[in-house]
């Protein structure tokens, strides 16, 4: 907190760790004094004390007075008593790191990107998946790999839509590694997984001089030029941001961020969302006129639940993925731990899979796979549908393997639903599924 003449009157030890002083250092001293890179026309506290205007979600990037590089983003308030402006309160959050690293990724990206002129040599860094690498038998997800098929020959912008954990990066992956674009670079990034206030930086790069501390960077556009651009979580971007990009997608021209130049770019862009598409609109997640722009072709991944089929040729994939790397020569799963499988609902999809067996390769010293190697939640559920058995005369062959597993799974919902009194939570913790789930099986099969 400073006072109207610029003077520190409040500063906290977390504060004092981001800026690498002490409050002895900062308290009493005018703001310019302790931070001499700073100016008033640069100073967000110097600025709210001026204009009496609250400042939210402000990037800036600083030096104290030992030289340290500071890059926060702040939101700062001014302290009004009357109609008298005292002073600024700023709470700061601490980028640096966060930058350093996302600086470190670009420079990694940029050596590795070759542009069109070396083909030969961008190849090998594009991507690491292919559609031969998606496993599958289920008629749905082929379906959805033959779409993928179809359009990856054309530059059009898609969006993929599919639960955490269905595989949308090894789906995009392929896409790019089938398009004429093969050769050039492939550049993902997950939005959701930067601060909103770097994003424009990273993904339209920087000009020297445009910020303190801003050296002239390429951003992902500039960097996937030629190639191929996806864009993970979509929706977390700001709705400021998204204008932006729907401007960059319209003429594929890319202006830095303090640049007054331009630089046309020819990237493909490739966006997924975990939400439905639909959604997104309602909850006004989106912009209408970026979401009809990058919705050109939709894709959708179904979750695992709903292509349970391969449950048997996915486990044994990964339990040979795992006998590679841990050095096992595990063959199996047992028929108890599979049922328990059939049952689960699998909210983190494929990857929560992958994840299972790797724990259980990690306990097991056998040949087989057992519900005891497994989480709690699986095994569990396992033994509790142990307690319903296939009724006499029941025609497995005959009926098919997913329509008996659901008349099995039906059977022990009821079972239970029908002990506890029709109680949905105390079935649900039963069954040791989520409430959600319960509740959208009992209407599945008409139980309620």
């Known amino acids: 907190m400073i006072d109207r003449e610029g003077r520190t009157i409040y500063y906290n030890r977390i504060a004092a760790d981001h800026d690498g002083m002490n409050a002895e250092e900062v308290i009493g001293k005018p703001l310019l004094e302790v931070f001499p890179s700073l100016t008033f026309e640069t100073s967000t506290m110097l600025k709210v004390v001026k204009t009496g205007r609250p400042m939210y979600n402000k990037h800036q990037t600083y030096r104290n007075i030992k030289g340290k590089l500071i890059d926060t983003v702040n939101t700062t308030i001014p302290i009004i008593v009357g109609k008298d402006i005292l002073g600024a309160a700023e709470i700061a959050k601490d980028y640096s790191r966060v930058k350093e690293l996302s600086n470190k990724l670009i420079e990694l990206q940029t050596q590795m990107d070759k542009r069109i002129e070396k083909p030969k040599n961008v190849s090998k860094y594009s991507t690491n998946y292919t559609f031969e690498d998606i496993i599958t038998a289920d008629p749905a997800m082929k379906k959805t790999i033959a779409r993928a098929e179809r359009v990856s020959k054309t530059t059009s912008p898609i969006l993929v839509y599919g639960e955490t954990g269905t595989g949308k990066e090894l789906l995009v992956q392929g896409i790019h590694h089938r398009s004429a674009r093969c050769r050039g670079p492939f550049i993902s990034q997950n939005c959701a997984a930067i601060p909103p206030s770097l994003l424009e930086s990273m993904l339209f790069g920087t000009t020297k001089g445009s910020f303190t501390g801003a050296e002239n960077k390429e951003g992902l556009f500039e960097l996937a030029h030629g190639g191929t651009l996806f864009l993970d979580e979509i929706h977390t971007l700001p709705f400021d941001l998204q204008a932006k990009l729907l401007r960059v997608l319209e003429d594929g021209v890319v202006r830095r961020v303090g640049s007054h130049k331009t630089v046309q770019t020819d990237v493909r862009i490739i966006t997924a969302t975990n ?149 949905v939570k105390r079935t649900a913790e039963k069954l040791r599924i989520p409430r959600q789930t319960l509740q959208y099986k009992l209407q599945k099969y008409k139980l309620i």
């Open 275 to 423: 939400e439905k598409p639909a959604d997104l609109l309602k909850k006004k997640l989106i912009r209408k006129d970026l979401y009809y722009r990058l919705n050109v072709v939709s894709l959708s991944l179904p979750p695992l639940r709903d292509r349970i089929d391969d449950l048997p040729i996915l486990i044994q994939t990964f339990i040979n993925t795992y006998n590679h790397k841990f050095g096992l020569q595990v063959k199996k799963i047992d028929k108890e731990a599979l049922s328990a499988f059939y049952l689960y609902d699998w909210p983190g999809n494929i990857r929560e899979l992958r994840h299972a067996i790797e724990s259980a390769m990690n306990m097991s010293d056998s040949e087989e796979l057992t519900l005891e190697h497994f989480p709690p939640y699986l095994s569990e559920l396992g033994r509790s549908s142990l307690t319903t058995s296939n009724p006499e005369g029941y025609d497995v062959e005959k009926r098919g393997l997913k329509t008996s597993v659901e008349d099995f799974e039906k059977r022990v919902i009821l079972d239970i639903y029908e002990k506890e009194n029709g109680n």
